[in-house]
């Protein structure tokens, strides 16, 4: 059946580079290779009320045209693989742009559980994996869940997009991140406030200090 579905996908999205429409992958290695990488500057947020600042390193700028429709493809089409593309392009920003210290550990944000069953698949949780692999730190996509549902983003200005995920998140189980430097990890960053309160989970729960890694400042 999981056959099928792929081959009638591919009649009606036939694979091909986002950037060149060579045949067979998602993003050629040419290609690949003219995604401009930002350099080790992380961008500081911090959640309403708190002095602890989340330290976000953006890979790459949002301006790119090809970063744009990878972006939009990899969001709106449910391309796995493409994940893993941008996964690479995340462990070759890390590579080139050195300064992070050690990770002791690698989250996704999670998405709304609801959400998640529609799409069938967290895509931060592809590229966290992408990470982890890359550098062996330990990846654990469970360690932050969601209260409950949140309405989607879409729409929101920022400050009712802060209110509408704030404390929306915290970790399973405190002791796993207690003293720890954790490293959170979503495709794209806007208002931070995800981000955020994200962190704000892991800072209750021990954290020691928090990073955040995603693709583009949308
Ligand atoms: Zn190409």
Redesign the pocket.
């Known amino acids: 059946m999981k056959k099928f579905i792929e081959f009638l996908s591919s009649l009606l999205f036939p694979i091909q580079?986002?950037?060149?429409?060579?045949a067979d992958?998602w993003?050629?290695?040419?290609?690949?290779q003219t995604v401009r990488l930002n350099s080790f500057e992380p961008v500081r947020f911090r959640p309403s009320g708190s002095q602890l600042t989340i330290k976000v390193l953006v890979a790459a700028d949002y301006s790119q045209p090809l970063l744009q429709r990878l972006l939009s493809t990899y969001k709106y089409r449910f391309v796995v693989d493409l994940g893993d593309r941008l996964g690479d392009l995340l462990v070759d920003f890390l590579k080139t742009a050195k300064g992070l210290p050690a990770i002791d550990l690698v989250a996704p944000v999670p998405l709304a559980s609801r959400r998640l069953r529609w799409r069938s698949f967290n895509q931060s949780e592809i590229l966290a994996r992408r990470v982890g692999q890359a550098f062996s730190w330990p990846v654990d996509p469970g360690l932050l869940v969601r209260h409950h549902y949140r309405h989607p983003q879409v729409g929101l200005d920022a400050q009712r997009r802060r209110q509408n995920v704030r404390h929306a998140f915290r970790v399973a189980d405190p002791a796993s991140v207690r003293g720890k430097r954790v490293l959170l990890v979503d495709d794209v960053v806007t208002t931070g406030s995800t981000l955020t309160e994200c962190a704000a989970g892991l800072w209750a729960a021990g954290a020691r200090e928090v990073w955040g890694l995603v693709i583009a400042h949308g």
């Open positions: 580079c986002v950037g060149c429409r060579a992958q993003l050629c290695a040419r290609c690949a």
